[in-house]
């Protein structure tokens, strides 16, 4: 048998253009799975590169100089300021204890008069949208606005607090001058801006709770305290914890409304004798008025460090009760 040795030879195939052009297809699509999340990211980095971490870089650097407006140099002092500040200066102690005692004043009873404001429009009520836009009120209110209104209601002559103790006979307060007084009416200012919206916090995580919970806590004989204390405190734990923390946050930088409260000029000294001075308040003063700009980046870093410290025994403390019950 012979073989034809001219035979012609199959055709080469050609180059497979759709592999090719699918293959490129699929690596710009894992480059675009890859690289992709970072592009969408990246605004949120820069904004907080430049309006966060910028200043507080510059923040812990001006704390350790003599900064000031004053001073044609710069030098560095170290640890100067800290020491100063914590060891020989007793206004900002005394502005410490003030933010404080305003702060207990009037995160404590926010929070509850929140919960419980929530609870009662949780249930089924009359008008029951007009109430709850009601409460977001204040929350639109100019604080400007808020302090006057506040500042005449404690006014020392013709207040209508000093009215309702003169009717009962009791002496006149002089809501400026002494000091735990300022912090009550302080305190009431803040918990009236601030009650209805941690009260419609509350409220919107109170709307994602089961209602067969409560229908089967209710055939099992649990009253309505029984049902708020076993299934809606524990459910709304993580939001106790969220508005704990940011009414810490609030309370410990507390500035507009005792600055507001102070009446004639000198506002940022906080009474006469500092009897309502915060420590936001301190911050500006030595800044703005003793142009010590190095001691107010160390006023400043210590503020950032008592809101640290506080924001996290909290947490821990409400993490800790919410278990408990």
């Known amino acids: 048998m012979s073989l ?3 035979a012609t030879a199959p ?3 050609r180059p497979p253009r759709a592999r090719t052009s699918h293959r490129r ?3 710009a699509t894992k480059l675009d799975l890859k690289y ?3 592009l969408y990211v990246l605004p949120f980095f820069l904004i907080f ?3 966060s971490a910028y200043p507080i870089a510059y923040t812990v650097w001006i704390a350790l100089t003599d900064r000031s407006p004053l001073n044609a140099t710069i030098s560095f002092v170290g640890l100067d300021n800290f020491v100063e500040l914590i060891t020989e200066d007793p206004q900002f102690w005394n502005a410490v204890v003030n933010t404080f005692g305003m702060f207990v004043l009037s995160t404590v009873p926010q929070l509850m008069l929140a919960l419980m404001l929530a609870n009662a429009l949780n249930r ?3 008008a029951q949208t007009f109430f709850r836009m009601a409460i977001a009120m204040p929350i639109i209110t100019s604080t400007a606005v808020v302090a006057l209104i506040f500042s005449m209601i404690y006014a020392k002559d013709f207040g209508l607090v000093n009215w309702l103790l003169d009717s009962v006979g009791l002496d006149p307060i002089d809501w400026r001058a002494n000091r735990f007084a300022s912090w009550f009416a302080i305190s009431t200012m803040v918990d009236w801006r601030w009650v209805g919206y941690n009260a419609l916090i509350y409220l919107a995580a109170m709307q994602s709770i089961s209602k067969d919970m409560y229908e089967a806590a209710a055939l099992d004989g649990a009253s309505r305290r029984r049902q708020f204390w076993s299934i809606t405190v524990p459910q709304l734990r993580p939001t106790i914890i969220f508005t704990l923390i940011i009414s ?3 309370g410990l930088q507390l500035f507009t409304e005792p600055l507001l409260f102070t009446s004639g000029s000198g506002g940022l000294s906080g009474g006469s004798e500092g ?11 030595v800044m703005n008025q003793r142009f010590r700009w190095g001691y107010a980046g160390a006023v400043a870093l210590v503020l950032f460090v008592l809101i640290a410290l506080m924001s996290t025994v909290n947490y821990l403390l409400a993490r800790r009760i919410s278990s408990d019950k």
């Open 49 to 51: 590169a430049v309006f």
């Open 25 to 27: 297809a699929s690596s």
């Open 124 to 126: 089924k009520l009359r």
């Open 275 to 285: 009897q309502f001075q915060t420590i936001t308040m301190y911050l500006l003063d």
């Open 248 to 250: 810490t946050i609030g």
């Open 4 to 6: 034809d040795l001219h």
């Open 11 to 13: 055709p080469e195939p």
């Open 36 to 38: 992709s999340p970072y």
